[in-house]
């Protein structure tokens, strides 16, 4: 037997209900920002996400799924969707006459090489979106607020946004300078990854999973403090934004995010004050380090899968059917071509139709109706048949009737 690979899982049954409900209710959310959908390809160029990402993050050094195609190519798949969107902005010259942002959301795999644990999958998807073309607090208020509206209409109330500024260029090396200093005399009580990025990006010392709650960390120096005044008054702008949207936030000083590429706000979604469903944040150098021009860009990634854990931990009743509306019994083989007739008219009105496709007796199909919880179900009978009338039957109020076969449409129609 072969067995599914370590850290995916096969998506059916009530899982994909539920994951087809969460679709709709994202895609109907981003419609009304005026966002449109983008799907990248699954494979790409590794340079991509090796220049994109960062080629210090711990997901393009330990994570990513990297190959050489047939043709010698080096082929790296999806880990994250922010370079793929990059790349098809800055390939599609959509920064040619940008009189009005760009923006765009996408549903996607993604793929990278973790231990596999609740929550975590080497195969996982995120629901994500992107702004390009907009540097005002405007735009970041609004990524802000979709990401927020989304987790509160999927029921997910307890959510808080953690929120941070790393500031401009200038603010971000002043900062760094500082963490530098400040970790030097420390570095050999971090983990060895930390002792690595010490020289890379100290900034992501600030949120290594391993050296958590460490008090070197918790009492690090805190971006904030290192903002150039022009900094300052961007975050304290977009703050106030979220406080007319209504928006539930929480300066966290120590969130800083594992990419390269963030500046200005970045921010995570917390639930219940501990998971991370989700995160995002300003990204004006990204278009430009992928060969583009400055063009600034905002965004943020929902971790889809999880999200749907914890509304399922959180008790969210997520409406999914598990009925069907009809279901069409017979036994003779003229009842069964009148009901091939029946399942296929009914099916085109929009009707949830089943029948009987495994020769079962008439006791076997009863018993089918209610495993699939059949909301009517009709009885062919050659005697009916004759005058062109067939047996429809309610199942709840047990109520029976003898209808015009004609007049059944209408009849469903008028009685659902
Ligand atoms: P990131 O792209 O790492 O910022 O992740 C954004 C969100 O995606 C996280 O907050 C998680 O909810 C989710 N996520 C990240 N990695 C995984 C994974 N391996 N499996 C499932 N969800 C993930």
């Not at 940008?98 to 793929?111: E, G, Q």
């Not at 900062?175 to 050999?188: G, M, Q």
């Amino acid at each position: 037997m072969i067995t599914k690979q370590k850290g995916t899982y096969d998506i059916y049954g009530d899982l994909a209900k539920k994951r087809a409900y969460v679709n709709d209710v994202l895609a109907a959310l981003c419609e009304k920002y005026n966002y449109g959908y983008i799907e990248t390809p699954v494979f790409e160029a590794s340079e991509l996400f090796h220049r994109g990402v960062g080629e210090s993050t711990d997901m393009v050094k330990k994570e990513t799924y990297d190959f050489q195609d047939r043709g010698e190519r080096s082929i790296t798949l999806r880990p994250e969707g922010t370079a793929g969107v990059v790349r098809w902005f800055v390939e599609n010259k959509l920064y040619g006459n940008m009189t009005d942002p760009v923006k765009v959301f996408y549903n996607m795999k993604m793929y990278r090489y973790e231990r596999p644990q609740s929550g975590r999958n080497r195969e996982f998807t995120q629901w994500g979106f992107e702004c390009f073309g907009s540097d005002d607090v405007m735009s970041d208020a609004e990524v802000v607020s979709l990401a927020y509206n989304a987790y509160r209409l999927l029921g997910l109330d307890d959510i808080t946004i953690k929120i941070n500024s790393l500031g401009d260029t200038e603010s971000r090396d002043n900062y760094r300078a500082a963490l530098k200093e400040y970790f030097a005399p420390h570095i050999k009580d971090l983990c060895p990854d930390c002792q690595d990025r010490f020289e890379r990006n100290p900034l992501r010392i600030l949120d290594c999973k391993f050296d958590a709650g460490n008090e070197i960390i918790t009492n690090a120096p805190k971006t904030l403090d290192y903002l150039n005044a022009e900094s300052k008054e961007r975050f304290d702008k977009l703050l106030s934004m979220l406080d007319m949207m209504d928006i539930n936030y929480e300066i966290d000083t120590n969130l800083v995010r594992g990419l390269d590429y963030y500046n200005h706000m970045v921010f995570e979604v917390v639930l219940n004050d501990s998971y991370a469903l989700g995160g995002g944040g300003r990204y004006n150098g990204l278009v430009e380090t992928l060969g583009g021009p400055s063009v600034p860009g905002v965004g943020f990634a929902m971790g889809y899968d999880r999200t749907i854990l914890a509304m399922e931990e959180n008790g969210v009743n997520i409406p999914i059917n598990d009925s069907i509306d009809v279901y069409v019994l017979y036994v003779s083989d003229t009842e069964k071509e009148t009901a091939s007739y029946l399942v296929q008219d009914l099916r085109l009105n929009g009707f949830i139709t089943e029948t009987d496709t495994m020769n079962k007796s008439l006791k076997a199909q009863f018993k089918s109706v209610d495993r699939y919880n059949s909301k009517y179900m009709i009885i062919l009978n050659d005697e009916d048949l004759k005058s062109n009338k067939i047996k429809i039957k309610d199942n709840k109020t047990k109520e029976e009737e003898l209808i015009g076969i004609n007049d059944l449409v209408d009849y469903l129609d008028m009685h659902m």
